[in-house]
């Protein structure tokens, strides 16, 4: 079965520290992946997006991510975390059949000063 | 350019009463889709529009109804609220197709 799977519920770091927020995937054929963030109150930002080729994906807000087949993981990093950057994170994969996404239930990013 | 709008923001509802969620969106989207979203359990989707005048069921469609019937606009339904359906709901669309969704503001909804 498709799935999605975060890990981590929560994660703390200090401002200025590194991230890595992990997710792994189920899915039979080559996924299209995303990262989406949720800032509190507001909707859902897409941050970024693999389909194909260069497995290192460069977003917005100086996020990456690498898509890794043989571990079936797609790890959303960041070098140095802002205080701006607390949220929740999303990870989704896309199923071509059907057009629809199969979300990660999350992980929550608490940033300390 | 709005992009997609969700009307109400927050609502409150009474067990067994009924309301309908709007969602709109200027882009000529094609594809529509609203899911809710709970505590630990990451977005669902509930039912979702491949154009106007059609709709499908979603992962959890129960207790919900839908209606697209301008391509811009995607109505979500409760016909007899329950305190289960309390949850914040997103609209998203898409172009026909495509892997890549827009998602409105939400709208956070509290059955008593």
Not at chain 1, 61 to 80: C, D, I, M, T, V
Not at chain 2, 68 to 78: C, S, T, V, W
């Amino acid at each position: 079965a498709q799935s999605v799977t975060q890990p981590d519920i929560h994660i703390t770091v200090s401002e200025g520290a590194s991230l890595e927020l992990r997710c792994n995937y189920s899915y039979g054929a080559t996924p299209y992946l995303f990262w989406y963030v949720q800032s509190p109150g507001q909707g859902l930002q897409l941050l970024l997006k693999y389909f194909s080729g260069d497995t290192l994906v460069q977003g917005i807000k100086g996020f990456e991510a690498e898509f890794k087949r043989s571990q079936s993981s797609f790890n959303l990093r960041k070098p140095s975390v802002h205080w701006s950057d607390a949220a929740e994170y999303f990870c989704a994969v896309f199923t071509s059949g059907t057009y629809k996404y199969i979300f990660g239930t999350g992980t929550r990013l608490k940033v300390l000063a | 350019n709005a992009g997609v709008t969700q009307t109400p923001k927050f609502r409150v509802l009474k067990t067994g009463q009924s309301m309908t969620l709007l969602c709109a969106q200027d882009m000529n989207h094609e594809y529509m889709y609203w899911y809710r979203q709970d505590p630990g359990m990451g977005l669902r989707l509930i039912h979702y529009s491949v154009g106007e005048g059609t709709t499908a069921k979603g992962e959890v469609p129960d207790g919900y109804n839908v209606s697209r019937l301008k391509k811009q606009n995607f109505l979500l339904g409760l016909e007899s609220a329950a305190p289960s359906q309390t949850s914040v709901y997103f609209c998203a669309s898409s172009f026909q197709g495509s892997e890549t969704q827009y998602f409105g503001p939400g709208t956070r909804l509290l059955v008593l």
